[in-house]
């Protein structure tokens, strides 16, 4: 049987049909809306109605469209409507991780760690920025050519970040980092080869014992991802206090005070930093505090507080390696504007940090912890760290992917003592040197 091609040009014209077809009809329909009874019906029946009402105005245009074409096309109208348009067969989409539009006629995103370009469109630059003034609006953000860049979480919690003209020179650039509302749980990380069940054990006995740690990483390392499952080591009787530019942790406890910093008004004022935050936190009673990430001057304040009666706080931040981790929290200790000198700095964060947890995306898309270091003290003006785990690369396999295993070293923590204390009994066969887990 022979395929029929139609060519390219018959496709686009066809396509271009069909975004003014549906144009048209959303004309009509915002037209025929009563917005006075639309604020008295609930989500699902307003949309059961407005979707009667969109059959309605399809059955008027003399366009012949075919069931699947006349059933897109009602969806796509009320997505436009209700939703986030264009975005919304994406966010639909449980196994895409990233969303990436560069303009309005280019947009990619991540599935199951590959990059790939989507056939998702919008009409025009003006159209994107509808679409992104819907999202923000909805946290209080806003952003115009006077503040051309906003931050912002989305309603199921993924990270939303847009950057507009005349800054964007090919019209509005969106990265939207994806959180389900369904996080992944410790039993899906160890599926995913994450880390080992022995790691597993160690990072709860010091999550119990009030450890402090800094979880490090690059960009999509699974950073926040990591912070969220640890979490729910925390027992549920803690007093804990988040600190976040967007809010994305998604914490289990029931004793827990989410903090939110806020940008400056269009005149410049009335900003609240991370900085701000954590010294109002240290007011408030916490017995944890969680920053969502360290980026600045608020370094110096979280280490305070790790130092003075809040241990077991946890933070993340970026860095390629446990060693460069700590460089960049010099570097962030000096942005508060201290003359601090390097040896006091370095005591500091020695005394302040237990334990390092490095997370790496590695090639192919796989994300792993690949050292959990401990910060054992100072000797002279050197910070001296140990790796009790780490997680060596062996190669790329034929799809591309990295595949390694996970070693350990042979180094029983020298802060095992204070897991006992705190009722945490480890096997010494968990510290002995090895070959943990293979890819």
Known sequence: MKTLSIPSRSTDTKESTFEELKQRIHSKLVDKLDM??????????????????????????????????????????????????????????????DILINGPKNVYCERRGKMEKTNVTFRNNDHLLQIVDRIISKVGRRV?????????????????????????????????????SNPLKLEDLLNFKAFTPEMVMLLEGAIKARLNIIISGGTGSGKTTLLNTLSSFIPNTDRIVTIE????????????????????????????????LVRNALRMRPERIIIGECRGPETLD???????????????????????????????????GFELPLKAMRTQIASAVDLIIQANRLQGGPRKITHITEVVGMEQDTVV??????????GIDENGRAYGRFVAHGIRPTFMPRLESAGVRLPASAFRQRIMLED
């Open 245 to 276: 530019d967007a809010a994305e942790l998604q914490l289990q406890q029931d004793h827990v005070v989410r903090l939110e910093t806020r940008p400056s008004n269009i005149e410049g004022k009335g900003a609240i930093s991370a900085t701000d």
């Open 385 to 394: 760290m140990q790796d009790i785990y780490s997680y060596e690369q062996d």
């Open 144 to 180: 115009d050519e006077t503040c051309p860049m906003v931050d912002a979480r989305m309603a199921d919690g993924s990270r939303f970040n847009a950057i507009i003209p005349p800054l964007a020179l090919d019209g509005a650039a969106v990265s939207i980092r994806r959180f389900g």
């Open 36 to 97: 006075s009874r639309i604020g008295e019906l609930e989500g699902d029946v307003l949309r059961r109605e407005i979707r009667l009402v969109v059959e309605h105005l399809c059955d008027t245009e003399d366009t012949l469209l075919n069931r699947s074409e006349r059933d897109r096309l009602i969806d796509e109208v009320l997505d436009e409507t209700f939703g986030l348009g264009p975005l919304e067969i994406l966010l639909k989409d449980p196994t895409i991780s």
């Open 302 to 336: 979280m280490l305070q507080a790790m130092n003075t009666g809040h241990e077991g706080s946890m933070t993340t931040l970026h860095a390629n390696t446990p060693r460069d981790a700590l460089a960049r929290m010099e570097t962030m200790i000096m942005m508060a």
